[in-house]
């Protein structure tokens, strides 16, 4: 429920953008609102940071870094293959992410190999390649840049799947997105250090940009962390990023009513499939939890 929790609202979150967007703001300005608001009020949990336990040794401190570097990766090359090319493509690619993370489980002996754990993922990508009907975009200007940022964005998005369960046997949930949050609030000063023409004049949509992104430091940032910090070391990755996809469904529906976009029965069909990937996953696992109890 935590992970479900967190993707319901990633998949809201991402038509929420588009209203800002048009309110005139950058990607980046977005994304700081975000990880400021986040980072600002998980800071005050700072006294129950390391009362249970706490981070020791290079590798754990290393770890945590390691997340937080992706959280920016996620963001900027995410909204890098946006702003390059159609929207389908990172909308697709991103789940580029199952089947690395799934694979990365099984090296590591933290899963076996599952012919339907394999098909349920199979499932989930096809789904996302009706759904966002990526393609009949690879022929459109920037498309390959598009690519390879969205590409970027998916790896990066595995490694925080794939690190978070283990970090939860030595933090909290809630130093844990303080970590991630105020990494990426730094991340963000570094990127626009650099990129100054990121930070757009807003005019007299300041107030209302500045309020919108508030709202969406709550819907984007605050509430999705902490849910995705709970729940993947309860879950683990692979699990994890399967119940994580249920972001696209809520995508295109909260786009059909809040955007008015169209809902085909492409999309509808993909929809289906992602659904059924998620249900057929957790299906597999929950019969390998009863052998395994069997087992004892």
């Given at each position: 429920?935590?992970?479900?929790?967190?993707?319901?609202?990633?998949?809201f979150?991402?038509v929420?953008?588009?209203?800002?967007?048009?309110?005139?703001?950058?990607?980046l300005?977005?994304?700081?609102?975000?990880?400021l608001?986040?980072?600002?009020?998980?800071?005050?949990?700072?006294?129950?940071?390391?009362?249970?336990?706490?981070?020791?040794?290079l590798?754990?401190?290393?770890?945590?870094?390691?997340?937080?570097?992706?959280?920016?990766?996620?963001?900027?090359?995410?909204?890098?293959?946006?702003?390059?090319?159609?929207?389908?493509?990172?909308?697709?690619?991103?789940?580029?992410?199952l089947?690395?993370?799934?694979?990365?489980?099984?090296?590591?002996?933290?899963?076996?190999?599952?012919?339907?754990?394999?098909?349920?993922?199979?499932?989930?990508l096809?789904?996302?390649?009706?759904?966002?009907?990526?393609?009949?975009?690879?022929?459109?200007?920037?498309?390959?840049?598009?690519?390879?940022?969205?590409?970027?964005?998916?790896?990066?998005?595995?490694?925080?799947?794939?690190?978070?369960?283990?970090?939860?046997?030595?933090?909290?949930?809630?130093?844990?997105?303080?970590?991630?949050?105020?990494?990426?609030?730094?991340?963000?000063?570094?990127?626009?250090?650099?990129?100054?023409?990121?930070w757009?004049?807003?005019?007299?949509?300041?107030?209302?940009?500045?309020?919108?992104?508030?709202?969406?430091?709550v819907?984007?940032?605050?509430?999705?962390?902490?849910?995705?910090?709970?729940?993947?070391?309860?879950t683990?990755?692979?699990?994890?990023?399967?119940?994580?996809?249920?972001?696209?469904?809520?995508?295109?529906?909260?786009?059909?009513?809040?955007?008015?976009?169209?809902?085909?029965?492409?999309?509808?069909?993909?929809?289906?499939?992602?659904?059924?990937?998620?249900?057929?996953?957790?299906?597999?696992?929950?019969?390998n939890?009863?052998?395994?109890r069997?087992?004892?």
């Amino acid at each position: 429920m935590y992970v479900l929790v967190s993707g319901c609202c990633w998949g809201f979150h991402g038509v929420l953008i588009k209203y800002a967007f048009a309110l005139g703001g950058s990607f980046l300005q977005v994304f700081i609102a975000e990880v400021l608001f986040a980072a600002i009020f998980f800071s005050f949990f700072a006294g129950s940071f390391f009362k249970t336990v706490k981070p020791e040794g290079l590798k754990q401190w290393g770890s945590l870094l390691a997340i937080g570097l992706a959280t920016i990766g996620v963001g900027t090359f995410l909204f890098l293959s946006y702003s390059l090319g159609p929207v389908a493509i990172p909308a697709t690619l991103m789940f580029l992410y199952l089947p690395v993370v799934y694979l990365v489980s099984i090296l590591t002996g933290h899963q076996h190999v599952s012919a339907v754990k394999i098909g349920a993922i199979a499932v989930v990508l096809v789904g996302a390649v009706f759904t966002t009907e990526i393609l009949t975009t690879f022929r459109e200007p920037g498309a390959i840049p598009a690519v390879l940022a969205a590409f970027a964005a998916s790896m990066c998005y595995a490694v925080i799947f794939i690190l978070t369960p283990s970090i939860g046997a030595y933090t909290t949930a809630e130093f844990r997105s303080f970590v991630v949050s105020a990494i990426g609030f730094l991340g963000c000063l570094v990127i626009l250090a650099f990129m100054p023409s990121l930070w757009y004049d807003l005019g007299e949509n300041s107030s209302k940009f500045f309020v919108f992104a508030l709202f969406l430091g709550v819907v984007g940032q605050t509430l999705p962390v902490i849910m995705l910090m709970k729940g993947l070391p309860l879950t683990g990755g692979s699990l994890g990023g399967v119940v994580a996809s249920i972001e696209l469904p809520i995508a295109v529906f909260s786009a059909a009513l809040l955007l008015g976009e169209s809902l085909n029965s492409f999309k509808i069909f993909g929809v289906v499939l992602v659904l059924s990937g998620i249900v057929l996953y957790n299906f597999a696992e929950r019969l390998n939890l009863k052998k395994a109890r069997a087992a004892l």
